[in-house]
């Protein structure tokens, strides 16, 4: 159907998108899993079911009813949090319905108009629709660089910034796999009177002591913020802010993505709080993942010449976006779900494959999916 009137500029832009190849349509799951977030593979564990089956005949209800100021606020959200703030050794936590609202919320209430906002380039949308959004003034600074951050920061000085300094980065980053120097900005946030805002989203779970993340040194400062996303290694939903009690109260009191909102599900409370519990019962699901990461490595430069990210997120970048899209297209036909990832997500000249390793597969099916890999990477070439 051909759009008219009111839709035209709609359709338009559409075609534009197409042009360049960076047209988006949704697909449905089929294959091996290289392409999920799902790391720990807990997203269909019995374990997480089981809690959630529980919590139901105890009569915990699958709706919240309304915000957590209103009637939304359930025990099972409580529980959570207060699990939370032991587990990550923060002095509290805060639990929101997703990772977006989370990094919205955050950097839309807690920089003031008089502060300064410094981002790293790659860090997630989220951060970046917070930053367009808020009232400090904002600075993108080139990825992992703690040179160009501390010279902003002395730059804005010098020209009468007098407000508070706040620094936001993913400690892994979620596009190119690599981890951000955080001693190194802690330790400059510490000399600048700055905050750090460190997303965990795709380290949670998976480093530190019990899966506490690469930040799990950092936690409880005062002028330390976390955030631990729920939908990835820990398999259900929602995210957690771990942060000083007195940011956690002005967030319940300010922020209008927490006061606005239904709360998340209680019964995604009693999920995260079971995947809590499982980082800490069974270990062996870290250090299987972390064999596949080194298996994963090794294959990948042994057949395509890629240098290992050191973490479960490997990208193949191509470059153009048809080409990226037709070896995406090509490994799944082959059944690897693998998926292309284009501009605006990654910088113009980047697109990739973000290749995802979890739980979900084995050495055999890695092995298969990169000589797949290697195949169509020489017929692109070709």
Sequence with gaps: MTAS????RYEAKLRGLARKNRLRSLSPRAG????????LGLAASPRLAGAV???LAAGTPVGATGSRLLRGNAPEHEQLE????????????????????????????LPRWEDLLIMDELVHASAHEAARAGRAQKVEVPHNDVGVIENVITAWRGSGGTGRVWIAVESLNSMDGDRAPLAELAALADRHGAFLVIDEAHATGLFGPHGRGLAHALEGRENVIVLHTCGKALGCSGALVTAPAVLCDYLVNRCRPFIYATAPSPLMAVAASEALDILRDEPERR???AQLVAFAGSEM????GIEPSGSQIIPVIIGNNARTMAVAAALQARGFDVRGIRPPTVPEGTARLRVSLTLNVGEAEIAAMVEALAEEWERIKA
Excluded at 5 to 8: D, K, N, R, T, V
Excluded at 301 to 304: A, K, W
Aim: with cysteine; proline share 2%.
């Design 301 to 304: 430069h042994r057949r395509c």
């Design 82 to 109: 207060a699990a939370a703030a032991r587990f990550f050794g923060a002095e509290r936590a805060l639990f929101f319905g997703s990772g977006y609202v989370a990094n919205f919320a955050l950097l839309t209430t």
């Design 53 to 55: 089956a529980a919590a």
């Design 287 to 289: 250090d299987r993942l």
């Design 5 to 8: 009137g009111p839709l035209l």
């Design 32 to 39: 091996l899993d290289f392409a999920s977030n799902d790391y």
